[in-house]
């Protein structure tokens, strides 16, 4: 409509200056509308023209020109308007007038009778073609809405500008009991492996899961340590310093110990040393940088249980000893693989002395697996033997047996290992007797108390070494060799 409009003006604007003054001043007393005039009228002009042509044609004006009469509708013929006042159209001029009303045809004979705005506008319009591929009521906002052409498209929601709509995905975040049930078997996995990046790479899948409950980690993971070795404590030390601002971070590890020592009075039942464990995790967090010092002074005052006290002023007096922040890096003490052998040697020779002294078994059972060697065992049946042939001594031959039997019936000991230990005091029997002139009778006597304890079979004990030099029983006898008492 809009183009038919521009049309109009750029034909008529510059024409409406240029009519004669004469039908403008017409216009005006007849108040901008031309009278028409009748056919006698038109017949009694002057100046030679035919009434037919004037009829046909338009009017004549008194000069002689000929003025063409708009070709309006009146109002006794029009549709719109009502007629004048004495007048009544004709029935059948009514319904040509309708008809010609009705004409999709424009009347100023612009146009090419197509409908107006391409069969968009109006009441009843279908609308242009391709309107429908985008229907009004379909809101690409809706989460439900979907176009394969249109994943990225910027709605203009108005004034706020162009947005982008992007649909996340809802994750259900996990109880507690679910984070508990997902955690404890990926730590106890890695006490055995100790592989941190695996945890690290499980954790981080099922972080949106955990959600808020990331502080469970730590918490499970400290649980869990108590229960294993202080090998273990150090590992978990470890994975703490690894997960640390991928993971979890310093209020999760604060949490953590904020939960843990609420529990102390649960934990002591499992693990009577609790405190002392959860002190030194904090000291070696703090010395690890993953918690700030303040954490320990924030508690001050504000902790009223036996318990928690205990387990800060462990983990302050850690902190406040000379080179303090060194220490703490062998809190849990060096694991067994890594200790130097001397340094094990001389462990297992003085739990062999202690043991003497008191003839606890079980206290010499939980120093043998506190050391963490259990590949070195053979060196604990070495130096007992050793002490056994040195000592020649009734008392010492029946304490170092019971407890090489305890050890060996409680698989503390395996039979591979007592072979070895046997094994070496075998090889070493020449020095050992520049020592001890009868440590091949002591080795012999020994051997068969273990025997008959079941500790070692009879493989270890054909392999038991005799004296070197040929014994003969007299010089009359013929010159016989003195058999082994055993065989």
């Not at 409009?5 to 403008?24: A, K, M, Y």
């Not at 705005?117 to 809405?145: C, F, I």
């Not at 340094?343 to 062999?352: A, H, S």
Request: net charge negative.
């Amino acid at each position: 409509m809009m183009e038919v409009e521009n049309r109009l003006s750029e034909r008529f604007d510059g024409l409406v200056d240029e009519l004669p003054d004469e039908l403008n001043e017409r216009r005006v007393q007849n108040n901008g509308v031309i009278p028409e005039e009748s056919d006698e009228e038109g017949e009694g002009m002057e100046g030679g023209v035919d009434g037919d042509e004037l009829k046909s044609d338009g009017l004549h004006h008194p000069r002689g020109r000929i003025i063409r009469k708009a070709k309006r509708p009146t109002k006794a013929t029009s549709f719109s308007e009502p007629s004048a006042p004495g007048v009544s159209p004709t029935q059948g001029l009514v319904n040509l007038n309708r008809a010609a009303k009705n004409l999709r045809r424009p009347r100023n004979s612009l146009g090419r009778g197509l409908p107006k705005k391409g069969g968009a506008g109006g009441k009843g319009t279908w609308g242009k073609l391709g309107d429908e591929m985008e229907l009004p009521w379909v809101d690409p906002r809706d989460p439900n809405y979907d176009s394969d052409r249109e994943e990225a498209a910027e709605v203009g929601p108005g004034v706020g500008g162009n947005k982008t709509i992007k649909l996340n995905t809802l994750v259900p975040e996990m109880s507690e009991e679910d984070v508990r049930k997902a955690v404890e078997p990926l730590m106890l996995e890695y006490f055995e492996n100790g592989e941190s990046e695996e945890v690290l790479f499980s954790l981080e899948e099922m972080l949106l899961n955990i959600g808020a409950r990331r502080w469970m980690v730590p918490a499970l993971a400290i649980e869990l340590s108590m229960d294993h070795k202080p090998s273990h404590r150090e590992m978990t030390s470890q994975l703490i310093s690894e997960l640390y601002q991928k993971v979890i971070s310093q209020r999760d590890i604060g949490k953590a110990f904020d939960f843990l020592m609420r529990q102390l009075s649960d934990l002591i039942l499992d693990t009577p040393d609790a405190p002392t464990i959860i002190g030194n995790f904090m000291a070696r967090c703090i010395a690890d940088d993953c918690i700030p010092p303040k954490f320990l002074n924030s508690y001050k005052g504000h902790v009223t249980e036996v318990e928690a006290v205990k387990a800060l002023c462990r983990a302050d007096t850690l902190l406040s000893m000379k080179h303090g922040l060194v220490r703490l890096d062998n809190v849990w003490g060096v694991g067994g693989g890594i200790r130097p052998v001397k340094y094990l040697v001389k462990k297992i020779v003085l739990l062999l002395k202690e043991y003497l002294c008191s003839c606890d078994v079980q206290e010499a059972t939980r120093c043998l697996k506190d050391l963490e060697v259990p590949h070195f065992h053979h060196e604990l049946v070495y130096e007992a033997v050793v002490m056994v042939i040195e000592s020649m001594h009734e008392k010492t031959d029946e304490a170092m047996c019971k407890l090489l039997q305890a050890l060996f019936r409680s698989f503390v000991i395996t039979i591979e290992q007592m072979r070895a230990g046997f094994q070496r005091v075998y090889d070493q029997m020449v020095d050992i007797s520049i020592d001890v002139p009868q440590a091949y009778s002591v080795l012999e006597r020994w051997v068969l108390r273990c025997r008959q304890a079941g500790i070692i079979n009879d493989d270890i004990v054909k392999k038991m070494p005799s004296r070197g030099r040929k014994r003969f029983v007299s010089e009359g006898d013929g010159g016989l060799i003195k058999d082994s008492s055993y065989w």
